[in-house]
C-alpha cells in the first residue's frame, strides 16, 4: 500500500512583478510523485498573470515549477494564484504593477569648467519592482565622463549618478542620454574650460593714511555656476583688505577695496 501523495505547498518567486516580467512558481508535494508523476492543475483569479492550466511534477521528483507572466496593467493588482490536486489545494499572491518606464533625466548644474562634476538623476514613472532596473548612460563626446549604467533600487522612483568634465580648451555642449525598455531621455550639460585667476591689479598704486585703493581680480575666463571665490591677503598691518572676494557667475572679474591704516 503507497502513502497517498499530495500537495503541500506553492510559493512564487518574486511576488511583485510589473508588465512583462515573470515569476517562478514552485508546487511542492508532500511525498515524491509516484511512478507516471503528478499532474497539478494551476489557475488564477485574475487576467492580469497568466499561468500554465497545469504542471507536472516528474515521477520520484517531489516538486515542479512553472512561469507566471505578467499582463499589462493599470494600477497595482493582486493576484491569486492556485494549484491543485488530489483534493488539496494551495495558493500564493503575486502583485502585478505597471509598467515601470523611464520618465526623466536632469543634471545640475548644468554647466560646469574642466575637473568638476555635475550629479544627474534618473526619474522613472513609478517604483521599481524587485531586482531594481538597470538604466544605461552614454554621452557622445570626451569632454565627459558618464558611468555606462545606473541601477534604481527596488522600490524607488530615481537614482543619481555623476558626470565628470576632463580638460577643454572649447566650450563643447555635451548631451548624455539614459535609455530603459526603448525609452530614452537627455539632458545636456556645457562643458568650460577651467576658469583661473589671470591677474590683480589695485588703483591708485600710492595712497596715504585714510584713502582706499580700489583692487580688481580678474579670471581666465567666466566664473562657473556659483561663482568663483578668491583668497586676498597682504603681508602689512599697513593696509586692510577682505579675506576673500567671489567673482559672481558669468563675470570675469571682481573689485574690492584696500584702506590705508594709520
Avoid at 40 to 47: E, G
Avoid at 129 to 145: E, F, H, K, M
Amino acid at each position: 500500500v503507497s502513502l497517498l501523495t499530495i500537495l503541500s505547498g506553492l510559493s512564487c518567486s518574486p511576488s511583485s512583478i510589473s508588465y512583462v516580467q515573470t515569476a517562478t512558481c514552485t508546487v511542492s508535494l508532500s511525498i515524491s510523485a509516484p511512478t507516471g508523476g503528478l499532474a497539478v492543475s494551476i489557475s488564477d483569479n485574475s487576467a492580469a498573470l497568466t499561468v500554465p492550466s497545469s504542471v507536472t511534477v516528474a515521477a520520484g521528483a517531489s516538486s515542479a515549477t512553472f512561469s507566471a507572466s505578467a499582463a499589462s496593467v493599470t494600477a497595482n493588482t493582486s493576484v491569486t494564484v492556485t494549484a491543485s490536486s488530489n483534493g488539496t489545494s494551495k495558493t500564493s499572491t503575486i502583485v502585478v504593477s505597471p509598467l515601470t518606464i523611464l520618465s526623466g533625466l536632469s543634471c545640475s548644474p548644468s554647466s560646469i569648467s574642466s575637473g568638476q562634476t555635475a550629479t544627474c538623476t534618473v526619474s522613472l514613472s513609478g517604483a521599481v519592482p524587485t531586482g531594481g532596473l538597470a538604466v544605461s548612460i552614454s554621452d557622445n563626446s570626451a569632454a565627459l565622463t558618464v558611468p555606462s549604467s545606473v541601477t534604481v533600487a527596488a522600490g524607488a522612483a530615481s537614482a543619481t549618478f555623476s558626470s565628470s568634465s576632463a580638460s577643454v580648451s572649447d566650450i563643447p555642449s555635451v548631451p548624455i542620454t539614459a535609455s530603459s525598455d526603448g525609452t530614452s531621455k537627455t539632458s545636456t550639460i556645457v562643458v568650460s574650460p577651467l576658469t583661473i585667476l589671470s591677474g590683480l591689479s589695485c588703483s591708485p598704486s600710492s595712497i596715504s593714511t585714510g584713502q582706499t585703493a580700489t583692487c580688481t581680480v580678474s579670471l581666465s575666463g567666466a566664473a562657473p555656476t556659483g561663482g568663483l571665490a578668491v583668497s586676498i591677503s597682504d603681508n602689512s598691518a599697513a593696509l586692510t583688505v577682505p579675506s576673500s572676494v567671489t567673482v559672481a557667475a558669468g563675470a570675469s572679474s571682481a573689485t574690492f577695496s584696500a584702506s590705508a591704516a594709520s
